[in-house]
Nanobody, 123 residues
């Protein structure tokens, strides 16, 4: 059974870059035909899909976040990462990584999800 674990700083200052890593166990991030996503949930709001990296390394981004989002992977460590640049307090959220057979995931009922990590943007 695949397991995902998010890691990274819990506090980021405005205008800085938020960097998170998802470590995967029990399955390879290169296994066809899965997509590995980052999703976030701001306080009091719903889940927002941010982007994904596919089994073959292709990347997909939410149009609203594409200009300051980057997703990459390290196959030797079986990890994939998120970088969100120029953050503002509105980027405060619980950040999740997930695996699914679909590119876009916004329902925890489907796929495999990490437990989530709280990131606060504040000076």
């Amino acid at each position: 059974q695949v397991q995902l674990q998010e890691s990274g700083p819990g506090l980021v200052k405005p205008s800085q870059t938020l960097s998170l890593t998802c470590t995967v166990s029990g399955g390879s991030i290169t296994t066809s035909y899965y997509y590995w996503s980052w999703i976030r949930q701001p306080p009091g709001k719903g889940l927002e899909w941010m982007g994904a990296i596919a089994y073959d390394g292709s990347t997909y981004y939410s149009p609203s976040l594409k200009s300051h989002t980057s997703i990459s992977r390290d196959t030797s460590k079986n990890q994939f990462s998120l970088q969100l640049s120029s953050v503002t307090p509105e980027d405060t959220a619980v950040y999740y990584c997930a695996r699914d057979a679909e590119v876009v995931v916004t329902d925890k009922s489907f796929g495999s999800w990490g437990q989530g990590t709280q990131v606060t943007v504040s000076s």
